[in-house]
């Protein structure tokens, strides 16, 4: 039954939403732990020494972070929000990696004093975290993120220190002449949904290249190198007219690649005794986006003057924000029934924007029926907003096939509990008005 999806591992999804509303997030806990073991086995099989950071932005349910804790991945965060988040999940200091452009100086303070990995993204911020490792007199390791031509991917310049026009080469010497700071690291991150893995293997050449040079430069030892995320999930990206099957890496290859140029920039490290560096990944995407599915059901549809079928649903791009750029799989819950024609699938909201998908092929719609839109995980639930729509529940089938509520569906409170109404303003018709 391939056309149409009548349950999450097991689970039926008609009674959930019965249960649960719709619009419904449903996340597969076994997707979500295989597809990181897969991705430890990959890289695990070809380099000695590999940590996965789980980005927070790409999906920072606590549940789901917790999930791949447990399966060992340390913590990677861009904010004081997701550093405190982290820590509340209660994630070691010790064990997350503070990356990011803003670090307020209080979160700052806290990262050194708990030993987190941080990320120089600027020299001001360098100049933030000499003054706090002096105050706290304590020699504080530190990494700074590097921005530089792959030739395969944009150049994010507006992250981290650039390698061509020496910012880079500046901050290893400005962090060299300090007391109080130790360079022990470099990261970069290259993009996202990244589909050739030659530009993996080109950053990991130029990144260890740099790794030699400022070794040499300043006599430091570089114990890391962190390459970010950017690994492809089974979604397909607009304007990418093949399936992602033939497109899309997996683990393996994405592996090979990287490990493959690691090994060979650093052959000439153990007979100059010098250590392997830890290969550090912060893979997001490519883990959580396969293991959720939102469910959405149609509540009206029309036909269109240029005679397509048109639905619109009760969920749109205010909790389905990758729609933007991505065309995710559609399926009835039961199925099929009639003839497939072009349908354009609109989500609830007053604004013409709100497109879910802009052309699929699929059978007549009728009011109340739902459909299973994927893959989901990755950047919804983070990047979803309260416009127009309160946001629904987020339920989880476990292995063990129980189904538990990782976010309930909110309520009015939950968005306009935090508004104050002054005084003059209580009585929105005051008596006497004229009608
Ligand atoms: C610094 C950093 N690391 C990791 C990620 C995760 O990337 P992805 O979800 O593409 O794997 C991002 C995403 O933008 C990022 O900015």
């Not at 650093?266 to 490519?286: D, F, I, M, N, Q």
Request: hydrophobic share 40%; aromatic share 8%.
């Amino acid at each position: 039954m391939n056309d149409c999806l009548p349950d999450i591992d097991g689970v039926e999804i008609a009674p959930l939403l019965e249960q649960c509303g719709s619009p419904l997030f449903i996340v597969s806990e076994k997707t979500l732990r295989e597809n990181v073991r897969r991705l430890r086995r990959a890289f695990a099989a070809r380099w000695p020494r590999v940590r996965h950071g789980w980005s927070y932005k790409t999906n920072y349910l606590g549940a789901i972070c917790n999930i791949l804790h447990q399966e060992g991945s340390w913590a990677e965060v861009v904010s004081e929000f997701e550093y405190r988040k982290a820590r509340a999940n209660g994630v070691p200091g010790s064990r997350i990696i503070f990356n990011g452009p803003w670090k307020p100086a209080g979160i700052l303070e806290q990262a050194v004093r708990e030993g987190a990995i941080i990320h120089l993204d600027h020299l001001d911020e360098l100049h933030a975290l000499e003054q706090i490792a002096g105050k706290l007199g304590k020699q504080t390791p530190v990494g700074i993120r590097l921005n530089f031509d792959t030739g395969y991917t944009d150049s994010q310049t507006r992250f981290g220190f650039n390698i061509e026009s020496g910012a880079a080469g500046d901050a290893v010497q400005r962090i060299a002449a300090s007391r109080w700071l130790k360079l022990t690291g470099l990261h970069s991150h290259i993009g996202t949904f990244v589909l050739d893995v030659r530009a993996y293997a080109a950053q990991m050449r130029i990144m260890a290249g740099f790794m030699e040079e400022v070794e040499r430069d300043t006599g430091c030892t570089i114990e890391y190198l962190d390459i970010g995320g950017g690994f492809a999930s089974s979604n397909v990206r607009q304007g990418l007219s093949l399936p992602p099957g033939q497109v899309m890496p997996d683990f393996e290859q994405y592996a090979e690649a990287i490990c493959g140029a690691l090994t060979e920039a650093t052959r000439g490290r153990s007979a100059a005794g010098k250590p392997l560096p830890v290969l550090v990944l912060e893979t997001g995407r490519a883990i959580v986006d396969d293991a959720e599915t939102l469910v959405a059901t149609v509540v009206g549809g029309k036909q269109l003057p240029d005679g397509r079928r048109a639905a619109i649903l009760d969920a749109g791009v205010n909790i389905l924000f990758t729609a933007l750029w991505y065309n995710h799989e559609v399926k009835p819950l039961r199925p099929p029934d009639g003839i497939a024609g072009d349908t354009v699938l609109y989500g609830p909201l007053c604004m013409n924007m709100d497109v879910v998908r802009a052309s699929i092929m699929l059978p007549p719609l009728h009011v109340g029926e739902s459909l299973a839109i994927r893959p989901v995980g990755a950047y919804n639930n983070t990047h979803w907003m309260q416009f127009g729509q309160l946001r629904p529940a987020v339920v989880m089938v476990t292995q063990s096939g129980r189904v538990e509520v990782l976010r309930a569906a909110e309520q009015l409170n939950d968005v306009s509990g935090l508004e104050e109404m002054p005084d003059a303003l209580r009585q929105p018709f005051p008596q006497g008005l004229p009608e």
